[in-house]
């Protein structure tokens, strides 16, 4: 099977200040045109609430811990392809302002889970719990996107871990376990943006640990209405 692709445009936005700071453009697959049973087999992806994510900064916050941000760049082509489509393989046309575009001869396979897709999330998901498991690392309960690994072996104090689609809060006491960690977690996913103070994530903006941006915009727009 045979989809079509394009180009999409965003730009990033600073939580501290939001100005602009990056401008990214990312080919996807029209995911739409996929049929579910056909060209995959799920699209569920367990993500945590955001009671999960205050939690896990008040927890921080009361106790001291290390509390960090990551965001996985590009994290749906550092995961792993589920086996999916005719035969496990599907193709895209080329995207239109590429050299190929319109030329009927030419599709591209794709070799990673792309944005788009209705089941990469669920590829991502599948890597990161293989990956966090093969270090120790085990689910709590019925929240299959947090994951915490016990205090032994190379790490001398627990881990916690919670990631809703790549944007992951990492917690545990000290600056050095923290930083052996996110290292560990470079030799598998090695485009890994962190930002050291988790100020902002899945819109849970902490002015205690310094995300004032968000805040700082809406009572500037207040003042010039």
């Given at each position: 099977?045979?989809?079509?692709?394009?180009?999409?445009?965003?730009?990033?936005?600073?939580?501290?200040?939001?100005?602009?700071?990056?401008?990214?453009?990312?080919?996807?697959?029209?995911?739409?045109?996929?049929?579910?049973?056909?060209?995959?087999?799920?699209?569920?992806?367990?993500?945590?609430?955001?009671?999960?994510?205050?939690?896990?900064?008040?927890?921080?916050?009361?106790?001291?811990?290390?509390?960090?941000?990551?965001?996985?760049?590009?994290?749906?082509?550092?995961?792993?392809?589920?086996?999916?489509?005719?035969?496990?393989?599907?193709?895209?046309?080329?995207?239109?302002?590429?050299?190929?575009?319109?030329?009927?001869?030419?599709?591209?396979?794709?070799?990673?889970?792309?944005?788009?897709?209705?089941?990469?999330?669920?590829?991502?998901?599948?890597?990161?719990?293989?990956?966090?498991?093969?270090?120790?690392?085990?689910?709590?309960?019925?929240?299959?996107?947090?994951?915490?690994?016990?205090?032994g072996g190379k790490y001398a104090?627990?881990?916690?871990?919670?990631?809703?689609?790549?944007?992951?809060?990492?917690?545990?006491?000290?600056?050095?376990?923290?930083?052996?960690?996110?290292?560990?977690?470079?030799?598998?996913?090695?485009?890994?943006?962190?930002?050291?103070?988790?100020?902002?994530?899945?819109?849970?903006?902490?002015?205690?640990?310094?995300?004032?941006?968000?805040?700082?915009?809406?009572?500037?727009?207040?003042?010039?209405?």
């Open positions: 099977r045979v989809f079509t692709s394009k180009y999409v445009y965003k730009i990033k936005r600073s939580a501290e200040t939001g100005e602009a700071y990056r401008f990214k453009a990312r080919m996807i697959v029209r995911g739409f045109e996929m049929e579910k049973g056909v060209d995959f087999v799920d699209s569920f992806s367990p993500t945590p609430g955001l009671a999960v994510a205050r939690l896990m900064m008040s927890i921080a916050i009361a106790s001291g811990m290390e509390l960090h941000k990551v965001d996985i760049e590009q994290a749906f082509l550092q995961a792993d392809k589920l086996d999916e489509g005719v035969n496990g393989r599907y193709f895209i046309n080329p995207p239109p302002g590429s050299p190929e575009a319109g030329n009927k001869d030419v599709v591209y396979e794709v070799l990673k889970p792309l944005y788009g897709s209705p089941s990469s999330p669920r590829a991502l998901h599948k890597t990161m719990d293989a990956y966090f498991k093969s270090e120790g690392f085990d689910t709590i309960g019925f929240e299959e996107s947090v994951w915490v690994r016990p205090a104090e627990d881990i916690y871990v919670s990631a809703h689609v790549d944007d992951c809060l990492l917690s545990c006491k000290s600056a050095d376990v923290m930083n052996r960690f996110k290292k560990d977690l470079l030799s598998r996913f090695d485009k890994v943006l962190p930002i050291f103070c988790a100020s902002q994530c899945v819109g849970a903006d902490n002015t205690q640990l310094g995300g004032r941006g968000a805040v700082d915009q809406l009572l500037e727009s207040l003042q010039a209405g």
